[in-house]
C-alpha cells in the first residue's frame, strides 16, 4: 500500500495512464479492504478514468453505512447486460478442488440422496414459471439471465408468509424452494433467491441439502472410498455402506479424479465446507439484491462471534473487515470491476416524445 502511494502520484501526472491509476487503486483497496480514504480514493481514479460504472459501484459501498449520505440504490437488475461467467465468480468460494469433488459425488451418486416433491410439501402445482404472469416469476427470469445461470427449477410454497427465505431441494435437477413473503419485490427476497441459486450448485448441494449428520457420514465416506488408505480406516457402518454404493455407482473415470482430488490436499472438515457454501450464497445474494450491506448485515447476524463485533458503519467497516474474513472477501467482491460491470449500469433516460436518444446518460 506504501508503494502505492508513492506511485500514484508519478502515474497521474500522465494524462494517459489514468487506468494505471485506477489498477493501483484497487490493489490498495484489495491489500486494506474497509479503509474509507483507499474507497475514495479508487472512487476517484475511477472518474478520472471516465468509468462511471465502477465508480458507482464503489460509491455504493461507501454509501452503505454513511447515515448522512444514504445509501446508494443499485439500478434493477433488467437493466444489466450478461456477463458470462458471474455466476461462477460468485460462487467461487465453494468451487474448488473440494466443491469439484462434491459435485462429482452428487453427479456419480445423487440418487443415493435425492428426495422425492412429497418430502418437501411440494407438487408441481408450486412451480415458478419465468414469465410476466408475477413478481416472482418475472423476478426469477431476470435474476437467471443477469447471473446467466441454467435453469434452476423454483418452487414456492402457497402458504408463503413472513421474511423470504430459500432452500435446496435434492430433487433432480436440484431446485430452489423460496419460502415467505413474495408478493413485492423486495431487498430480501432477491437476497434470498440468490442464496438458494447458489446452494442448488452441483457442487453445493450435498453440504447444504442434507441434514449436517447425514452430510459428516457422507463426507466420511467419500473420504473411506477415495481418499489415502488412512482415511479409511476408522468409520462406522453407515459410512462403510455408503462408501460401497459409491465404488458401485461412480463411473471409474470419476472415481481417479475423486482420488485425485482426495490425494492432493487435505480435505476441509465440514464446518469448512458449509461455510464456504454459504459465502458463496452470500455473494450471489448480494449480486441479485444489490446491496453490500445488506449482505454484510446478514453475514454477522449469522457469525457465531456476532456479539463480538461492533455494528458495521463507516467507522467500524475497516476492522471488520481485519477481523471477519468475510466482509473483507463481500467487500472485495463489491468493488470487482467485474461484478461493477455486470450489475451497475444504470437506466439511460427516455428521450422526450418526438425526439430521438443520443444513447448518452449523465449518471452525476
Known amino acids: 500500500t506504501e508503494a502505492g502511494d508513492v506511485m500514484a502520484p508519478v502515474i497521474a501526472s500522465s494524462p494517459d495512464r489514468t487506468r494505471d491509476l485506477v489498477r493501483v487503486r484497487r490493489q490498495q483497496v ?4 474497509g479503509d474509507v480514504a483507499r474507497l475514495e480514493s479508487l472512487r476517484a481514479a475511477a472518474l478520472s478514468d471516465g468509468d462511471i460504472v465502477y465508480g458507482r459501484a464503489v460509491e455504493h459501498v461507501l454509501r452503505a453505512f454513511d447515515p448522512g449520505a444514504g445509501p446508494l440504490p443499485p439500478p434493477p437488475l433488467s437493466a444489466q447486460p450478461v456477463e458470462p461467467g458471474i455466476f461462477a465468480l460468485l460462487a467461487r468460494p465453494s468451487s474448488d478442488s473440494a466443491g469439484e469433488a462434491l459435485a462429482l459425488l452428487w453427479d456419480g451418486a445423487g440418487q443415493l440422496f435425492q428426495r422425492d416433491a412429497a418430502s418437501y410439501g411440494i407438487t408441481g402445482v408450486e412451480r415458478v414459471v419465468p414469465g410476466s404472469t408475477s413478481i416472482i416469476s418475472r423476478l426469477y427470469e431476470v435474476a437467471m439471465r443477469a447471473l446467466d445461470a441454467p435453469r434452476i427449477p423454483l418452487f414456492v410454497p402457497r402458504s408463503s408468509a413472513g421474511t423470504p427465505g ?11 424452494i423460496l419460502a415467505g413473503d413474495v408478493r ?6 432477491r437476497f434470498a433467491l440468490g442464496r438458494g441459486m447458489a446452494a442448488a450448485l452441483p ?14 457420514a457422507m463426507l466420511e465416506a467419500m473420504r473411506a472410498a477415495f481418499g489415502p488408505p488412512e482415511m479409511g480406516r476408522r468409520v462406522d457402518v453407515h459410512a462403510a455402506r455408503l462408501a460401497e454404493s459409491f465404488w458401485q455407482m461412480i463411473p471409474p473415470r470419476a472415481q481417479r479424479r475423486l482420488q485425485e482430488l482426495l490425494a492432493s490436499a487435505p480435505f476441509p472438515e465440514y464446518e469448512e465446507l458449509v461455510a464456504r457454501a454459504h459465502q458463496s450464497g ?23 462471534a456476532r456479539g463480538e463485533h461492533q455494528p458495521p ?7 471488520l473487515c481485519e477481523s471477519v474474513a468475510g466482509v473483507a472477501d463481500l467487500l472485495r467482491v463489491a468493488v470487482s470491476p467485474e461484478y461493477a460491470e455486470a450489475r451497475w449500469h444504470a437506466v439511460a433516460p427516455a428521450a422526450p416524445r418526438g425526439t430521438m436518444s443520443s444513447g448518452r446518460f449523465s449518471l452525476f
Not at 282 to 304: H, I, K, Y
Open 30 to 33: 484489495a491489500l486494506e479492504p
Open 166 to 176: 430459500a432452500h435446496v431441494a435434492l430433487l433432480s435437477p436440484p431446485s430452489v
Open 184 to 189: 413485492e419485490e423486495t431487498t430480501e427476497l
Open 203 to 216: 457442487h453445493n448441494v450435498l453440504r447444504l441439502g442434507l441434514p449436517p449428520a447425514e452430510t459428516r
Open 282 to 304: 452470500r455473494r450471489v445474494g448480494m449480486f441479485l439484491a444489490g446491496d453490500f450491506a445488506f449482505a454484510v448485515r446478514a453475514l454477522m447476524a449469522e457469525s457465531p
Open 313 to 319: 458503519s463507516l467507522a467500524t467497516l475497516h476492522s
